[in-house]
């Protein structure tokens, strides 16, 4: 094997193989990560769409500049006795008959009110903090452990491998919906002891842990079939000849490998998670109110759908700009690194 | 074959104790605090939580209290303290109502992802290509609820197109069945027709490419003959595996959502109300129930896998 000339790309897994025949002909000695950065720029749609959700979360970071600044109230803050003043009328921010005020398109109550006369813009923007903070640590946690896992499993094989691979089939057996209302119920109520950590019920931490721990077999279930392709490749005898341990093979050699198959997943993870946390927090066993975020409002806004749609589509739409954004760079990204592959979390 | 059959049974029963562990875990280890104040809701007097705490064990060591729950489970022993309902006999009440959903919504996200993936195949790279592929990722962008709600409102309840939730048996009138299901059926359908008809796609444009594609078509098959017989029929065998998977993940909580916003008073209802109201012996059942009924469906896809494709036993 070793004696055999690299003639055949696509015989190398992992970067070397998303050359494609015709653009290897005209780009010598441009990196794999480089080319799948220039297939990425050539993708319109998807960059359009990863701006997008940078915009977002732009946007929804300046929430309290918003909040002090343009609707000068913050997001627990009732309004429910005040009057604006809607085309030279004052109104009260929630009728007598319990029916908040719609869009105002002015800086204070630009999207209404909700039924405590709340500004649904400020807690639009602070409850998108919470949902994009939730979405992106749950991610990440997934993503890590994920890793973790799949490489210890796929590189060690053996009993490790039973082990983790028993332990996934368990969680993959619960819908994901199911096992999340499972755990934010079981969690809600008395909070959580992580050794000398003490996490209250109606902290953050538990939507991000519960979300968090629930997409793990989607990830490192294909992770580990990678992994277990990649430790037979001859850069992986290569490194044990040279006197590479386990552990330096694992994250030296076939962790860089991966990184695609990562990035993508981590994508896709965080537009999963986001729409996770909305479904718990709906079902009431996600983000506890009064604390904001989409699912919460949506939640809300469901409840009062006939007499002020507002209160839910508001947070709706948003909550699906900002997926459909992940999922569409999420696409881009994956054809850039590699066209072929096939990713899918929902179960 | 009857060696495969029982080692895959033997693996099925392994993993439903693990789960069943879990479950255990998750509702009345891991948490903080005393199981039985969880158990007893969100108002409980000294004496509730006593009996309960006497009731289930709590006291006991470990193994005895994974037993006296298993057993109030399965004996349809169980009962929720907010409510004082029996959980076997609710569970049982909303099971066809599920059902009714679950196998609906199935066979129209089937059919409608079957003809736009194809479709989008066919037109791989033109407008109609991309247009069904912007349509399918905003289907798997939107929360089944949200898009539920607003159809119940603008189609339901503003134009009175459609009834505004509810569910009418089957028994009593057929027709007015269906009809209250059309809005449920639609909404649990969207997001499953997003990705499937982009897996089929993805899928079509594979075969497509395949030696006995080029042989049929030599042989002067007719395009649609060619798509039908060659492609499609081969395009279709990993469409069909997640299609047995997802209708047991639906059947077995997917749809919890769905019964919600639409009132359709199954299974998946009854879970979403006692979730709200912390109600933990509900809960506890019905994940436990879900959990048991994809494991089992899994077994029952891998056999009928191995009985239709040999290769499978040996492995």
Request: aromatic share 10%.
């Amino acid at each position: 094997m070793a004696t055999e000339p690299v003639t055949d790309q696509t015989a190398l897994q992992g970067p070397a193989a998303w050359e494609s025949e015709a653009e290897r002909e005209g780009v010598h000695g441009v990196g794999p990560w480089r080319l799948a950065l220039r297939r990425l720029r050539r993708n319109k749609v998807a960059l359009l769409f990863g701006f997008i959700f940078v915009l977002l979360v732009a946007v929804c970071l300046a929430a309290p500049l918003w909040a002090n600044q343009v609707a000068k109230t913050g997001p627990n803050e009732n309004h429910l006795t005040d009057t604006v003043v809607i085309d030279g009328e004052e109104t009260d921010v929630v009728a007598l008959n319990g029916v908040p005020i719609g869009p105002t398109w002015k800086g204070q109550f630009f999207l209404g009110a909700d039924s405590n006369g709340r500004d649904v813009m400020v807690r639009l923007l602070y409850g998108g903090r919470n949902s994009l903070v939730i979405g992106l640590t749950a991610a990440f946690m997934t993503t890590v452990l994920s890793i973790v896992l799949g490489l210890l499993a796929g590189f060690l094989r053996g009993r490790t491998d039973t082990g983790i691979r028993f332990l996934l089939d368990v969680m993959w057996s619960f819908p994901v919906v199911i096992l999340g209302v499972a755990l934010g119920v079981a969690l809600a109520l008395g909070g959580l002891q992580l050794g000398p950590v003490t996490i209250a019920g109606d902290s953050l931490v538990i939507p991000i842990f519960v979300i968090g721990l629930v997409y793990i077999p989607y990830m490192a279930r294909p992770v580990r079939g990678q992994v277990l392709s990649l430790r037979e490749k001859e850069f992986v005898e290569a490194a044990r000849a040279q006197g590479a341990g386990p552990l330096r093979i694992m994250f030296g050699e076939v962790l860089p490998n991966l990184m695609s198959t990562i990035l993508v997943f981590f994508t896709l993870l965080i537009a999963n998670a986001i729409l996770l946390e909305a479904a718990l927090s709906f079902l009431g066993a996600g983000v506890r109110p009064p604390n904001p975020s989409w699912g919460t409002m949506i939640d809300e806004g469901v409840e009062r759908i006939a007499t002020a749609p507002h209160l839910a589509i508001v947070p709706g739409a948003m909550l699906v700009l900002t997926v459909l954004a992940l999922n569409v760079f999420g696409d881009g990204v994956r054809d850039a690194l590699d066209p072929r592959a096939k990713v899918r979390i929902e179960h | 074959m009857a060696r495969f059959i029982v080692r895959r049974l033997v693996q099925m029963v392994l993993v439903m104790f693990a789960v069943s562990v879990l479950v255990f875990l998750i509702f009345n280890v891991i948490p903080n605090g005393d199981p039985a104040v969880r158990m007893a809701g969100r108002q409980p007097t000294e004496t509730q939580i006593e009996a309960i705490r006497k009731e289930w064990g709590f006291d006991e060591n470990i193994v005895v209290q994974y037993a006296t729950t298993m057993k109030k489970v399965f004996t349809g022993d169980l009962q929720s303290y907010f409510t004082q309902l029996p959980v076997g006999e609710e569970i049982r009440k909303g099971l066809p109502r599920t059902l009714a959903l679950a196998i609906g919504a199935a066979i129209l996200w089937m059919l409608v992802a079957v003809a736009f993936g194809l479709y989008s195949a066919v037109k791989a790279g033109k407008f109609a290509d991309r247009f069904l592929t912007i349509i399918a990722l905003i289907g798997i962008s939107m929360p089944v609820f949200w898009i539920g709600a607003l159809m119940n409102y603008y189609l339901g309840f503003k134009l009175g197109w459609f009834p505004n939730g509810g569910y009418v048996e089957f028994t009593e009138d057929p027709f007015d069945w269906f009809y209250h299901l059309i809005l449920p059926w639609t909404a649990l359908a969207i997001l499953f027709i997003g990705f499937y008809s982009r897996v089929l796609r993805s899928n079509v444009l594979d075969t497509i490419n395949e030696d006995y594609v080029r042989t049929a078509r030599a042989k002067g098959l007719s395009e649609r003959q060619i798509m039908v017989r060659h492609v499609l029929r081969n395009s279709m065998i990993p469409i069909v595996t997640l299609w047995g998977l997802d209708f047991a993940a639906v059947l077995g909580g997917g749809a919890i959502l769905t019964e919600t916003v639409f009132d359709l008073q199954g299974v998946g209802q009854y879970a979403a109300e006692s979730i709200g109201q912390l109600d933990v012996p509900p809960v506890l059942a019905v994940t436990l129930f879900a959990a048991f009924f994809i494991v089992a469906m899994n077994a029952v896809v891998d056999i009928l896998y191995a009985y239709l494709d040999p290769r499978i036993r040996l492995q």
